[in-house]
Nanobody, 128 residues
Framework: EVQLVESGGGLVQPGGTLRLSCAASGISSIRTCMAWFRQTPGKEREGVAAMYTDSRTSYYADSVRGRFFISQDTAKSTLYLQMNSLKPGDTAIYYC?????????????????????WGQGTQVTVSS
C-alpha cells in the first residue's frame, strides 16, 4: 500500500524559505513521477513541481520556477520541496502525490488527474 506523509509546513514571512518533506512508502517502481501540488479555498489543485524518479528530471510550474526546487533522497524514500523567496501568493495547502509506472512526458504535464496517490497535505502560510 502506497502511503505519502507530508511535513514541514508553517508560517513564514515574505521572502523567507521553507522546506517541505514527503515520506513515501510502498513504492517499488522506478518509473514513478513524484510531485507537489497546492490548493487554496475555491481554487483547483495546481501542480507546482514534479520529478521523474528514474532519471531525476524535474519539472516546474512557471509561477515557481527559479524559486522552488524539488529533490529526492532515495535512501530515505523522501521527496523534498525547497521553497525560496516565498510570496503571500504561495499560501496554500501543499500536497505530495505519486503516479506509478508512468513516463517522463506525462510527468512533465503536472496534471492533477494523472496521480493515483496523495498525502494529507501540509499548510504553508506566507504572511508578515
Amino acid at each position: 500500500e502506497v502511503q505519502l506523509v507530508e511535513s514541514g509546513g508553517g508560517l513564514v514571512q515574505p521572502g523567507g524559505t521553507l522546506r517541505l518533506s514527503c515520506a513515501a512508502s510502498g513504492i517499488s517502481s522506478i518509473r514513478t513521477c513524484m510531485a507537489w501540488f497546492r490548493q487554496t479555498p475555491g481554487k483547483e489543485r495546481e501542480g507546482v513541481a514534479a520529478m521523474y524518479t528514474d532519471s531525476r528530471t524535474s519539472y516546474y510550474a512557471d509561477s515557481v520556477r527559479g524559486r522552488f526546487f524539488i529533490s529526492q533522497d532515495t535512501a530515505k524514500s523522501t521527496l523534498y520541496l525547497q521553497m525560496n523567496s516565498l510570496k503571500p501568493g504561495d499560501t496554500a495547502i501543499y500536497y505530495c502525490a505519486a503516479d506509478l509506472d508512468t513516463s517522463p512526458g506525462i510527468c512533465s504535464l503536472l496534471r492533477r488527474n494523472q496521480y493515483d496517490y496523495w498525502g494529507q497535505g501540509t499548510q504553508v502560510t506566507v504572511s508578515s
